[in-house]
């Protein structure tokens, strides 16, 4: 038997580079560490001890006088000025007589051709599971006592609705096809949907009064981003081999766009259609501040009166609302595409346009059926229940029973997390908050992004908003690190029990869609008004996107990496560690950036329970109409949530070498396993 000799073996490729590896990520990393860590404490102790804490007064710009110019102009001018009487009013009158006009609709179809219509609605377009969803979903309404809300608020939620999509479905096929277009729209979507509600409901109500205009506009502004986003997105993604037959087939650029983008963009539009129903949703309790009726109303009424019964009524027929709205327009958008086909039930055929001929006069009797024979316009009283006896008495008795757990909860996180860190930021000078940052931007994603977020930072200061947003910034990041504490170990055990999933999916859709203001009554009634009821509030409404994105992205690493952690001989244990915690780093770090954007969105309506900070100016500005000190405090959320938002997208971005993540998986193992996945995937070539 011949044997080859041994000069004739070759390391196959992938050795090459992944020994220069190994060798790099066998040096200590601990002395870089550890000076890193003298360095900071040095900085620390000598910022705490010899200078001067926080922001200079002398460098303060005086930007409220600014903006209070501006409001004084409009009083004096907003009887007389063409831009009110010509624009302004007529807009507002048109906006209110819309929606009134909806409601008067609504309303005379009676509560069960509501109930008909609806489900028939629901059946053509997504199913007769739909139907019976959406059947029932109205009924519900009825079914809780608050029929009369429920429209009003379907009403603004419509029109709304309508005029995102009339706005965003152009402009997001103008980005789609437009790339110079696409990057000033991406900008200005972040703003809008950074800069707190609140702050939008302080010039809306300014120019347009007080009612549904104010309303109407502040929710198209937040509604609007998932309608342009989306869009584009769909219409970039269409495949180029499709333009090119559209091309030879001499087509123009309206006909390619109206024959090919949009019909294969359709599935992308439509989850713009979903988002933009989700977001309007959640601007429906923000509306009720503003003096729009509806169910955000009830559900503020019960904020005010420390009523949890009459809170939940009304957010419960929100979630019913959401849930009704969202899982039609989902499963309309997954339907195939061949409309006009036939259609069998019970052994007949019928054609599409038979059934809306159908579901019209079926509609249409149901509506005479109310009128007249049952004569009962509004929802039968004699029908109605109602969840406030049975929430109220679960809230006295965890009020008489938890009390001592509430005090646990509020010591430790007021000793060891809101007092600490407020001091913390509060005590050191400016510059090394917004030297903090910009070191931590740099070292995630370069120089370019520390420097954007260092003048983030010195622009709080400049503003004059230095000790409130210090304040703020506590709460968020107790508050996020909280959420993340809990939600990541549920996250990874829903990724890894199919049961245990599909058992807490409805909890999460719930906890999703229900306003935020509900969660602060209950937390309220437990605990003494202030910061701790604003973070656990910030908690419950956050945690469920920390754990579907841990979920979902842990049951998105491939198997083959799974299959080479096994082949390594892993435990359970270590492959979650080695393997699939690391390759879900992109997705776990999507949800703390989601998690930090919905705290801060809580923590500034937390603001009407004593959560201080930036919330309580900016619900005080509402209150007295003061715009400028509204829109100070609004900007100033709108740099802090820039500042988290940049730092936690850097982080989840794809790994630039084979390490672990943060460094801090270099055995030799973790390296091999990386480059044998990538060898086998065919690139050839490290990451490194």
Same mark, same amino acid.
């Given at each position: 038997?011949?044997?080859?000799?041994?000069?004739?073996?070759?390391?196959?490729?992938?050795?090459?580079?992944?020994?220069?590896?190994?060798?790099?990520?066998?040096?200590?990393?601990?002395?870089?560490?550890?000076? !890193?860590?003298?360095?900071?404490?040095?900085?620390?102790?000598?910022?705490?001890? !010899?200078?001067?804490?926080?922001?200079?007064?002398?460098?303060?710009?005086?930007?409220?006088?600014?903006?209070?110019?501006?409001?004084?102009?409009?009083?004096?001018?907003?009887?007389?000025?063409?831009?009110?009487?010509?624009?302004?009013?007529?807009?507002?009158?048109?906006?209110?007589?819309?929606?009134?006009?909806?409601?008067?609709?609504?309303?005379?179809?009676?509560?069960? #051709? $509501?109930?008909?219509?609806?489900?028939?609605?629901?059946?053509?377009?997504?199913?007769? &599971?739909?139907?019976?969803?959406?059947?029932?979903?109205?009924?519900?309404?009825?079914?809780?006592?608050?029929?009369?809300?429920?429209?009003?608020?379907?009403?603004?939620?419509?029109?709304?609705?309508?005029?995102?999509?009339?706005?965003?479905?152009?402009?997001?096929?103008?980005?789609?096809?437009?790339?110079? @277009?696409?990057?000033?729209?991406?900008?200005?979507?972040?703003?809008?949907?950074?800069?707190?509600?609140?702050?939008?409901?302080?010039?809306?109500?300014?120019?347009?009064?007080?009612?549904?205009?104010?309303?109407?506009?502040?929710?198209?502004?937040?509604?609007?981003?998932?309608?342009?986003?989306?869009?584009?997105?769909?219409?970039?993604?269409?495949?180029?081999?499709?333009?090119?037959?559209?091309?030879?087939?001499?087509?123009?650029?309206?006909?390619?766009?109206?024959?090919?983008?949009?019909?294969?963009?359709?599935?992308?539009?439509?989850?713009?259609?979903?988002?933009?129903?989700?977001?309007?949703?959640?601007?429906?309790?923000?509306?009720?501040?503003?003096?729009?009726?509806?169910?955000?109303?009830?559900?503020?009424?019960?904020?005010?009166?420390?009523?949890?019964?009459?809170?939940?009524?009304?957010?419960?027929?929100?979630?019913?609302?959401?849930?009704?709205?969202?899982?039609?327009?989902?499963?309309?958008?997954?339907?195939?595409?061949?409309?006009?086909?036939?259609?069998?039930?019970?052994?007949?055929?019928?054609?599409?346009?038979?059934?809306?001929?159908?579901?019209?006069?079926?509609?249409?009797?149901?509506?005479?059926?109310?009128?007249?024979?049952?004569?009962?316009?509004?929802?039968?009283?004699?029908?109605?229940?109602?969840?406030?006896?049975?929430?109220?008495?679960?809230?006295?008795?965890?009020?008489?029973?938890?009390? #001592?757990?509430?005090?646990?909860?509020?010591?430790?996180?007021?000793?060891?997390?809101?007092?600490?860190?407020?001091?913390?930021? +509060?005590?050191?000078?400016?510059?090394?908050?917004?030297?903090?940052?910009?070191?931590?931007?740099?070292?995630?994603?370069?120089?370019? +992004?520390?420097?954007?977020?260092?003048?983030? *930072?010195?622009?709080?200061?400049?503003?004059?908003?230095?000790?409130?947003?210090?304040?703020?910034? @506590?709460?968020?990041?107790?508050?996020?690190?909280?959420?993340?504490?809990?939600?990541?170990?549920?996250?990874?055990?829903?990724?890894?029990?199919?049961?245990?999933?599909?058992?807490?999916?409805?909890?999460?859709?719930?906890?999703?869609?229900?306003?935020?203001?509900?969660?602060? *009554?209950?937390?309220?009634?437990?605990?003494?008004?202030?910061?701790?009821?604003?973070?656990?509030?910030?908690?419950?409404?956050?945690?469920?996107?920390?754990?579907?994105?841990?979920?979902?992205?842990?049951?998105?690493?491939?198997?083959?990496?799974?299959?080479?952690?096994?082949?390594?001989?892993?435990?359970?244990?270590?492959?979650?560690?080695?393997?699939?915690?690391?390759?879900?780093?992109?997705?776990?770090?999507?949800?703390?950036?989601?998690?930090?954007?919905?705290?801060?969105?809580?923590?500034?309506?937390?603001?009407?329970?004593?959560?201080?900070?930036?919330?309580?100016?900016?619900?005080?500005?509402?209150?007295?109409?003061?715009?400028? &000190?509204?829109?100070?405090?609004?900007?100033?959320?709108?740099?802090?949530?820039?500042?988290?938002?940049?730092?936690?997208?850097?982080?989840?971005?794809?790994?630039?070498?084979?390490?672990?993540?943060?460094? $801090?998986?270099?055995?030799?193992?973790?390296?091999?396993?990386?480059?044998?996945?990538?060898?086998?995937?065919?690139?050839?070539?490290?990451?490194?």
């Amino acid at each position: 038997m011949a044997v080859a000799p041994p000069k004739q073996l070759r390391v196959p490729e992938v050795e090459a580079p992944l020994s220069r590896t190994a060798v790099r990520l066998e040096r200590n990393p601990w002395p870089v560490r550890l000076a !890193w860590v003298a360095g900071i404490v040095a900085v620390l102790v000598i910022g705490v001890t !010899w200078l001067d804490p926080g922001f200079p007064d002398s460098w303060v710009i005086g930007v409220e006088s600014w903006f209070e110019a501006i409001e004084n102009w409009i009083i004096d001018n907003q009887r007389t000025h063409w831009l009110f009487t010509s624009v302004l009013g007529p807009l507002s009158d048109t906006v209110d007589s819309s929606i009134k006009g909806v409601i008067n609709a609504l309303s005379r179809m009676t509560w069960f #051709g $509501l109930v008909v219509g609806a489900a028939g609605l629901a059946g053509i377009v997504a199913g007769w &599971r739909m139907a019976v969803l959406a059947g029932l979903g109205v009924l519900s309404f009825g079914v809780l006592g608050v029929w009369e809300a429920s429209l009003q608020t379907l009403a603004l939620m419509l029109v709304a609705v309508l005029v995102s999509l009339a706005i965003g479905v152009p402009l997001g096929i103008w980005a789609g096809r437009k790339p110079r @277009a696409e990057r000033f729209l991406r900008s200005l979507m972040d703003a809008m949907q950074t800069i707190p509600a609140y702050s939008y409901l302080l010039p809306c109500v300014l120019f347009l009064g007080i009612g549904y205009p104010p309303a109407l506009i502040a929710t198209v502004i937040f509604a609007l981003p998932p309608a342009v986003r989306l869009t584009a997105l769909g219409i970039r993604n269409v495949p180029s081999t499709a333009l090119d037959v559209s091309g030879s087939f001499g087509a123009t650029s309206r006909q390619t766009l109206g024959k090919v983008q949009i019909p294969l963009a359709k599935p992308s539009m439509m989850l713009g259609v979903n988002q933009t129903i989700m977001m309007a949703l959640g601007m429906v309790v923000i509306a009720a501040v503003v003096g729009a009726p509806g169910l955000g109303r009830e559900v503020l009424n019960g904020l005010k009166q420390l009523d949890v019964g009459e809170a939940l009524n009304g957010g419960i027929a929100i979630v019913v609302m959401a849930i009704v709205l969202d899982r039609v327009t989902t499963a309309w958008s997954q339907r195939d595409q061949r409309r006009s086909r036939p259609v069998r039930l019970v052994g007949w055929t019928v054609s599409r346009r038979m059934l809306w001929i159908s579901l019209g006069a079926v509609t249409i009797l149901a509506v005479v059926i109310g009128r007249e024979l049952l004569r009962q316009q509004d929802f039968p009283e004699a029908l109605t229940t109602s969840v406030a006896a049975p929430a109220n008495a679960v809230v006295e008795w965890s009020r008489d029973n938890l009390t #001592g757990v509430a005090d646990t909860i509020t010591n430790v996180l007021l000793r060891y997390g809101l007092d600490p860190l407020r001091d913390l930021l +509060l005590g050191v000078p400016w510059w090394m908050v917004a030297g903090a940052v910009g070191l931590i931007a740099w070292r995630v994603s370069g120089p370019r +992004l520390g420097l954007g977020l260092f003048a983030c *930072v010195f622009a709080i200061g400049l503003i004059g908003t230095w000790d409130l947003s210090m304040e703020t910034l @506590a709460v968020v990041l107790v508050a996020v690190l909280v959420a993340i504490t809990i939600a990541i170990p549920l996250g990874i055990v829903a990724a890894r029990s199919d049961g245990f999933d599909r058992a807490i999916r409805p909890l999460l859709d719930a906890m999703q869609t229900m306003p935020a203001f509900v969660y602060l *009554v209950p937390v309220l009634l437990l605990f003494a008004p202030g910061r701790v009821p604003a973070v656990i509030a910030s908690v419950v409404y956050a945690l469920p996107v920390g754990i579907r994105l841990t979920s979902h992205g842990i049951r998105s690493v491939s198997k083959e990496a799974v299959e080479a952690g096994n082949a390594y001989g892993s435990t359970a244990g270590q492959l979650l560690r080695k393997v699939q915690l690391p390759l879900a780093r992109p997705s776990i770090l999507l949800g703390v950036n989601q998690t930090i954007m919905m705290v801060l969105s809580v923590v500034i309506i937390a603001g009407l329970i004593g959560g201080g900070g930036l919330g309580f100016d900016i619900l005080v500005a509402l209150s007295q109409r003061n715009i400028g &000190r509204g829109l100070v405090g609004g900007l100033s959320i709108l740099l802090l949530a820039i500042v988290l938002d940049r730092i936690t997208q850097a982080m989840g971005a794809a790994p630039k070498t084979t390490r672990g993540p943060v460094g $801090l998986m270099g055995q030799g193992r973790w390296t091999k396993m990386r480059a044998l996945m990538v060898k086998q995937n065919g690139n050839g070539k490290g990451e490194g």
